[in-house]
């Protein structure tokens, strides 16, 4: 296989806009330019196929090129932004890195080279074949970072097929699976990667009016931050015709209201894991949580109602864990889902369902109902041990303003009580000020 296909189809289109970064732009060819130069400093320090090489930092043309020559050069790249800085030892440790290349938000950037071996057996095997290589930490949501390792020329293939060319603004973080998807996605389709240094609610919208962005990729937990900023309001979304949402379950209540308030945006559900990718998905409607998923590669199957996925380009192992597949490629997603005909809807992961009594409590929807209340802007469910039932539901709710917790636990149980069945609504309630998100812009329950 090879990975030389993208750099040719690159150069067809070497005069158009690549990326927009600090509002200066670079062409494609800037970008190969920088390629070739990457190329160059990586002979000089002796950086060569197979070997282990961390990027450390976010997108910016140095670290997009960077990338793009590490993979002609057959090297193993392992991205890793700052949201991983408690666990960045560890995880370096983890891949066996051996050359570490560190950017600043100025795009700045220094090299520190670890004298390490390469001692595990699917990095080693990797390299034995020559192939390039891209090492993928998953967010450790459900317990330990799982380090997946890809051969980097098949994950790619699923790029050659033409789409669409877009105008994408890059939201998801350079070390996530969905996040290097959408670079590869718009680089091998002829598109221009909008890059916002900060990825608050002002700046993205100041981004996709500035630069007319027609595509965002992002999380459900930033979208509601986008609505309780308004910083919507003060902008001129227009250019918007696109925004797809994963990485978590997407509150209903929450994209009703952004169907309501951006009635001229396809709100598309996208769904993958570090381990398989990301599938291609067709949601029902745009307001709704139906979602057709698959694509060409990839096989999908529902057991007992959790969803398996058999992917073409699914990862060669975790380097830090035992192999997930079974015997024929399948692999146990964890997620649980509704079935109808084509379409599936996600319920939630296996891990985070609440055991009422032998009932079973799907956070999200409980989530959504808080989130329809007034004055709730936010909400998280867990799970809480009981002695009797096994488990309660727990709530912690961050409100636009301050209210008196016992009328508003009154008020919570009431209107509860209209929408949910007695074992859903929460029993134990508590406000906090804090976001309630990673950051990853991902839901934190615990």
């Not at 793009?68 to 790249?77: G, T």
């Not at 700046?203 to 308004?230: D, G, M, Q, W």
């Not at 296996?350 to 802007?377: C, R, T, W």
Request: charged share 25%; glycine share 6%; aromatic share 10%.
């Amino acid at each position: 296989m090879s990975v030389t296909w993208l750099i040719d189809r690159m150069r067809s289109w070497e005069n158009e806009k690549a990326i927009i970064w600090r509002d200066s732009e670079f062409t494609y060819r800037d970008l190969l330019l920088s390629v070739d130069s990457w190329i160059s400093e990586l002979d000089i320090r002796g950086i060569q196929g197979g070997s282990v090489v961390a990027i450390e930092g976010d997108y910016s043309p140095r670290t997009c090129s960077l990338l793009l020559a590490l993979m002609l050069k057959k090297a193993i790249v392992v991205p890793l932004s700052r949201a991983i800085k408690n666990r960045r030892k560890d995880f370096l440790n983890i891949a066996e890195v051996q050359y570490i290349f560190s950017f600043d938000d100025r795009d700045s950037w220094q090299e520190e080279k670890r004298g390490i071996p390469i001692k595990n057996n699917l990095l080693r095997q990797l390299i034995a074949i020559g192939e390039p290589g891209l090492v993928l930490f998953s967010s450790g949501s459900t317990g330990e970072n799982k380090a997946a390792l890809h051969n980097l020329s098949k994950f790619l293939q699923k790029f050659i097929a033409r789409r669409y060319r877009l105008r994408t603004l890059i939201f998801l973080l350079f070390d996530h699976i969905g996040g290097i998807n959408t670079l590869f996605y718009t680089l091998s389709n002829g598109g221009t990667m909008v890059i916002s240094p900060l990825r608050t609610p002002t700046a993205i919208c100041r981004h996709i009016e500035k630069y007319k962005v027609e595509l965002l990729p992002t999380s459900p937990s930033f979208l509601n931050l986008l609505l309780i900023s308004e910083a919507y309001k003060g902008y001129d979304l227009s250019s918007l015709k696109k925004v797809t949402y994963g990485t978590e379950v997407m509150p209903e209540s929450l994209l009703k209201r952004l169907h309501r308030i951006f009635p001229w945006v396809e709100f598309v559900q996208t769904y993958g894991l570090s381990e398989l990718g990301i599938l291609r998905s067709k949601s029902k409607y745009s307001d709704s949580l139906w979602v057709k998923v698959g694509g060409e590669g990839f096989k999908i199957k529902v057991i007992d109602g959790v969803l398996w996925i058999k992917a073409d380009a699914a990862m060669l192992g975790y380097l830090n864990a035992p192999n997930p597949f079974d015997e024929e490629g399948w692999m146990n997603t964890g997620d649980l889902v509704e079935v109808e005909r084509d379409y599936i809807k996600i319920l939630g992961r296996e891990s985070d369902i609440i055991n009422v009594g032998g009932q079973k409590v799907y956070p999200a929807e409980v989530e959504s109902v808080l989130m329809e209340m007034d004055n709730v802007i936010n909400a998280s469910v867990r799970r809480e041990e009981n002695p009797i039932t096994g488990n309660v539901v727990a709530a912690r709710l961050t409100l636009a303003k301050p209210e008196d917790l016992s009328s508003l636990k009154k008020r919570v149980r009431k209107y509860c009580q209209a929408r949910l069945e007695s074992y859903k609504i929460p029993v134990k309630i508590e406000v906090t000020d804090d976001v309630q998100y990673s950051g990853r812009f991902k839901k934190v329950r615990t």
